[in-house]
């Protein structure tokens, strides 16, 4: 039996990329006011000053470290003799995009650039969605087994709810990105919504017999 391992390259590239905001922040460093946004609300309104340095430097490294932390669950935790499913490994990207599109547009605002996070984080919230519906049904039954004890008994009723999820997925993705450009709160609702439906037919297709 193989022994389980870490995939080193994709650790240590992640990593890198979620610190790069240290980097380009450290360059804005002394053009930027001692506080930046570190939070809007609804109405694309900022609501909440953090200190710059927790902006660029502190958040890069909890993003960091929560990174290894991920990585490190899926990779230890994953059977060495079954391939890393496709949607397993774009999820290990996700926290690294988060990293640099916080800090970004954290840094934009502060500069006085014109910016709709609220857009911004509601498009990319739909587009994660959309590629994960793609590669949901793909994620195979045994993988599922060993990492989630809330599995279906049926590998047949397995693939019927992974297909249905996926579909819910890119459904729900489509319309929240479409949405996106007019109204960011109605997007959230859709997003909302479409977990609901999401967690609803994974309950009913694990206790389905």
Not at 126 to 142: Q, W
Request: hydrophobic share 50%; proline share 5%; net charge positive.
């Amino acid at each position: 039996m193989k022994k389980k391992k870490i995939v080193w390259s994709t650790l240590v590239l992640t990593i890198i990329i979620t610190l790069i905001p240290m980097v380009y922040g450290t360059f804005f460093y002394s053009d930027l006011p001692e506080k930046l946004p570190g939070h809007f609300n609804f109405k694309n309104e900022v609501d909440r000053y953090d200190p710059k340095w927790v902006i660029i430097y502190v958040l890069p490294l909890v993003m960091a470290l929560l990174q290894l932390i991920c990585i490190l669950i899926a990779d230890l935790t994953k059977d060495p003799e079954v391939k890393e499913a496709k949607v397993i490994r774009l999820s290990k990207w996700i926290i690294p995009i988060i990293s640099n599109v916080v800090v970004i547009l954290s840094i934009m605002t502060a500069l006085n650039y014109s910016v709709d996070v609220g857009k911004a984080i509601t498009i990319f919230l739909s587009i994660v969605f959309i590629v994960i519906g793609n590669y949901t049904p793909k994620l195979p039954y045994e993988d599922a087994k060993r990492t989630g004890k809330l599995v279906p008994k049926s590998e047949d009723v397995y693939k019927k709810m992974m297909i249905r999820c996926g579909y819910a997925f890119v459904i729900g993705g489509v319309f929240s990105l479409i949405t996106s450009f007019f109204d960011p709160v109605m997007t959230i609702g859709i997003i909302l919504g479409d977990c609901l439906v999401i967690a609803i037919y994974s309950i009913y297709y694990t206790f389905k017999r």
